[in-house]
């Protein structure tokens, strides 16, 4: 698979068989062919790759580590391991692609970076992003989110960034993507929108997959050098799914190797409970491209919840939607409290606090554990947890405080 798998997926029009494409007015379409064109001549070239390779390494500090979680592994069976993108710079796997994209803003002369934020995870990646290569930043933001993930807004505009209030609809992500769109449709030329994820049109699923693909090969090495095997499962958190196929990506080809996809089920299954896009959605559009998608009696993407900020998005990348019909990836959910007693649990047991979205993804390796007590699992632990522990406190207390 993998060899062709890459030059295959997404074809020219930004298909993963049915999903993705680039379903938006013409004025974008001529700047999603730009982009598309220039990412496919750049970033084969020698020169960007060299100035991103020595970007992971003396500004982001990668490589970042695999880290075998002793206490944990003890308590739930298995042997659990952990990819350490908390320890990349910023606390999360997102400045993998906001580098990278915004390094190509950089070669197309871009003056300025726009885009959404839900968790304010990519806001701050790409703030630090835009810091770096002294370009403008602008961010989007609903407003819910705002006052839920307030230690990152301060962070970007310390970073220097615009944060725009988005005051429509559920005031979360999917609104600040419609703004961060329109912002970016009044200039075009000047700005480059940068998606925090796998999703949007052509050629964005691609780019940023592509950016995050070194979180696996790292992983799929280092867990290899330690134990002279590779993981029976690997794990990771579904929003998007951009730190899922960052890992993925690397084992797509290793049958014995079972990849599991954790959707966010928020507090029931029910319609607007949760943002379980894969296990309950059907296809659909948003946002420019086809994709599973929550929908609401209209067709229209329906209401989401999470407890993860970063998490609650009605669509999905569509890589993942083709990676689920052919079997590749198993998907499931974990829930807002399964996610919160592994948030705790891992901090206590290993000295790691994790973000609420990575906490769903050690949840669902907790119950692989139990079921199969001789089996290796490596976790994507997208992020580490500073920016959630004031609303975790808040709104659930210390576990002890509950008996
Ligand atoms: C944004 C975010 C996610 C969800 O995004 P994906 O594109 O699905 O990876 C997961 N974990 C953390 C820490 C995040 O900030």
Known sequence: MAN??????????????????AFIP???????????DAYYAISKSHKFISELRSIRKHYQGRPTPVYFCNRLSEKYGGRIYLKREDLNHTGAHKLNHCM????????LGKKKLIAETGAGQHGVALATAAA?????????????????????????????????????????LKEAVDSAF???????????YCIGSVV??????????????IVGIEAREQFFEMTGELPDKVVACVGGGSNAMGIF?????????????VEPGGTSLKYGEHAATITLGK???????????????????????SVASGLDYPGVGPEHSMLKDLKKVNYSTINDQEAIDAFYEISRLEGVIPALESAHAVAYAFKLAQEFPKTSILVNLSGRGDKDIDFVIDKYGLPEDKK
């Open 132 to 172: 770096y290569f002294g370009l403008e930043c602008e961010i989007h933001m609903g407003e819910v989110d705002i006052i839920k993930e307030h230690p990152n807004v301060i962070r970007m505009k310390i970073l220097g960034a615009t944060v725009v209030p988005v005051s429509h609809g559920l005031k979360t």
């Open 249 to 261: 990506s690397a084992f797509l080809d290793d049958a014995e190797c079972a990849l599991y996809g």
């Open 26 to 36: 013409p004025v974008l379409e001529t700047e999603m062919e730009k982009i598309t």
């Open 100 to 107: 990278g994209e915004a390094l190509l803003a950089k070669y």
């Open 4 to 21: 062709n798998y890459f030059k295959e997926y997404p074809n020219k029009d930004g298909f993963f068989k049915e999903y993705g494409g």
């Open 182 to 192: 329109e912002a970016y449709l009044k200039d075009p030329l000047n700005t480059m």
């Open 200 to 213: 949007g049109p052509h050629p964005f699923p691609m780019m940023v997959r592509d950016f995050q693909r």
């Open 283 to 305: 296809p659909g559009i948003i946002h420019g491209f086809k994709c599973y998608l929550l929908q609401d009696e209209k067709g229209e993407p329906g209401a989401v919840y």
